[in-house]
């Protein structure tokens, strides 16, 4: 079937697919840019990041190429998402968030515990009724697809994949989890931008004293300013070098790890822990933690290491897309249910410990987008409250990309227990 599916796709050149997405990735954020227009308006409803997935699903759907005889998913998501990884994480600067403040942070992690404990809850509730949307088998089995929504959800695009190829989910299921994830996630997100405009009011509801939010955004501008400048050639190099040299370390002891444990321990097999995959990624983001302690290296950020994570990111989320087959997505509207009992799980626990803690509605919000929407969102919900604040959004986010691999595993284990045999 694959041998007949690679014949009958117009395109099976990689290095002219390559092309292609590269276009389409280009269109979408310089349309996505437009200050003003149809575009704008257009950007308003659908978010660019679904465009990234959908145009090369609508073109693997169409026949136009098909993503799965093409080697470009296996390239970016070994070599390109463990580096997207690792420049996410090189720039998180630990004490600068720790001065955020601590409700800050709190937010961020009860958001976490939030979505870990959420997935697993809502598959119980749904399968109280409705078993079959939450059942399968194998590559199939619908709460391998609900792990990779965790890892979109505490991380992003880079832990999303990376949850795809340690839990093994089906194309078809990924394709039904990409929506269930970009829908729910962007239907809430609208509903902090709408409390953004009205946040003196809901931190009057909280008891909040936001005066603390002035004193972040002042440190936070400072610490860009002090750090951004323009790269050169050699800034670049050094960037690139630092990412592909851990990558390559990483796959090194994953290499050793990954089939050691098979052969000796296969009982751990169930939580993925003889999978060299599962071990590249946990690697790359643990090198890039420890290397954020380094001056030098965080400081990578200024000359636009984060920037390079987002294209490498964006490449393998177009390759991603390949495997898409949007017609799959109407197979099991159920799965809808499951994500919105999950985000109102999520949201419940924010508030009540947003109420606890007195928090003001802003660490809220982008305590929650942090995770859910990630560094692509999170600062555009932290500029509704103020420009200045964006960077706040971009620091707890890469936070949620240092935490989302070991947090989606932990929810995708839970998952698999509370799944329906």
């Known amino acids: 079937m694959g041998e007949e599916q690679h014949h009958s796709a117009l395109i099976t050149n990689d ?23 149809f ?10 990041i679904l465009l990234c997935y959908f145009i090369p699903g609508l073109l693997n759907t169409m026949g136009v190429i098909d993503g799965e005889e093409s080697r470009l998913y296996f390239v970016s998501s070994r070599y390109l998402l463990p580096a997207s990884l690792v420049l996410f994480t090189i720039s998180i600067d630990l004490k600068e ?22 997935g697993p809850l809502a598959i119980l509730i749904v399968s109280i009724f409705a078993p079959e949307v939450v059942g399968g088998a194998g590559p199939d089995a619908v709460w391998r697809g609900l792990a990779t929504i965790a890892g979109s959800w505490i991380g992003g695009g880079a832990n999303q994949t990376a949850m795809k190829e340690v839990f093994g989910a089906s194309n078809d299921l990924f394709s039904k989890t990409v929506a269930v994830d970009v829908i729910v996630a962007n239907i809430w997100m609208g509903f902090l931008l709408y409390g953004a405009g009205r946040s003196k009011a809901i931190d009057r509801f909280f008891k909040a004293d936001a005066s603390a939010i002035d004193d972040v955004k002042a440190k936070i501008e400072a610490y860009r300013a002090s750090v951004t400048r323009i790269p050169t ?62 001056p030098k290296v965080r400081a990578l950020e200024g000359v636009g290491a984060s920037r390079m994570a987002s294209v490498l990111l964006y490449i393998l989320v177009a390759s991603v897309g390949m495997h898409m087959n949007l017609l799959a997505i109407f197979e099991n509207p159920g799965l809808f249910l499951v994500g919105i009992v999950w985000m109102i799980f999520h ?30 969102s999170a600062p555009v919900v932290a500029a509704a409250f103020h420009p200045a604040l964006a960077p706040v959004g971009v620091l707890l986010a890469v936070l949620g990309y240092a935490l989302g691999t070991y947090g989606a595993w932990l929810c995708g284990i839970l998952m698999q227990i509370a799944a329906p045999a």
Do not use: C
């Open 347 to 376: 949201v419940t626990i924010l508030f009540v410990v947003g109420k606890v803690i007195k928090a003001p509605f802003f660490f809220i919000a982008v305590g929650s987008q942090a995770n859910v929407g990630g560094a692509a």
């Open 97 to 118: 968030i720790k001065r955020l403040g601590g409700k800050a942070i709190m937010m961020f992690l009860a958001g976490t515990v939030g979505i870990v404990l959420g």
């Open 15 to 37: 290095a002219v697919v390559l092309g292609i997405l590269m276009v389409v990735l280009a269109l979408v954020f310089k349309t996505s840019s437009a200050k003003e227009g």
């Open 39 to 48: 575009w704008k308006k257009f950007y308003t409803y659908v978010p660019a």
């Open 233 to 294: 050639l050699t800034d670049s190099m050094v960037v690139l070098g630092v990412a592909f040299g851990f990558v390559a370390v990483a796959h090194f002891l994953a290499d050793i790890i990954a089939p050691f444990i098979s052969e000796n321990y296969p009982g751990l097999a169930k939580y993925s822990l003889t999978s060299s995959f599962f071990w590249l990624v946990v690697f790359a983001t643990t090198f890039g933690l420890i290397a954020s302690f380094n």
